[in-house]
Nanobody, 120 residues
C-alpha cells in the first residue's frame, strides 16, 4: 500500500549536522501525522519528533532546539534536521506516517530505518 524509504544517515562527527529524509510512495494516500523515532543500541524505540497534519510540531525533551521536523506533502516527503549532534544521538532512525490510502482505513506505516552514528 505505502512504502517509506529513509535516507541521509551515516557517520558524523560530534557537533555536526545531518538531514534525514523520508519518502513515501504507493497508492494514493492522504498523510496525516508524521513521526520520527529512533532506537539507540540496546534501547527501546522512542519518538523524537512529530508533525501533525496542521503542521504543529512536538519534540522529545532530549532533542528540543536541536532537531527540526518538516514535511512537504506535495512531494510526500518528511525531513528531520539534526544539529549539534552528540554520541547520544547514535541510533537507527525511523519515520512513521499515519495515512489513509484509498480503500483502506487510517494506518501507520513504517520505514526500514537509517543508521546514524555520531563519533566523539
Amino acid at each position: 500500500q505505502v512504502q517509506l524509504v529513509e535516507s541521509g544517515g551515516g557517520l558524523v562527527q560530534a557537533g555536526g549536522s545531518l538531514r534525514l529524509s523520508c519518502s513515501a510512495s504507493g497508492l494514493t494516500m492522504v498523510v496525516r501525522d508524521i513521526n520520527w523515532y529512533r532506537q539507540p543500541p540496546g534501547n527501546q524505540r522512542e519518538v523524537v519528533a512529530s508533525i501533525l497534519h496542521n503542521e504543529d510540531t512536538d519534540y522529545a525533551d532530549s532533542v528540543k532546539s536541536q532537531f527540526t521536523i518538516s514535511r512537504d506533502d506535495a512531494k510526500l516527503m518528511t525531513y528531520l534536521h539534526m544539529n549539534s549532534v552528540t554520541p547520544e544521538d547514535t541510533a537507527v532512525y525511523y519515520c512513521a506516517i499515519d495515512a489513509t490510502v484509498v480503500g483502506f482505513t487510517l494506518q501507520t506505516y513504517w520505514g526500514q530505518g537509517t543508521q546514524v552514528t555520531v563519533s566523539s
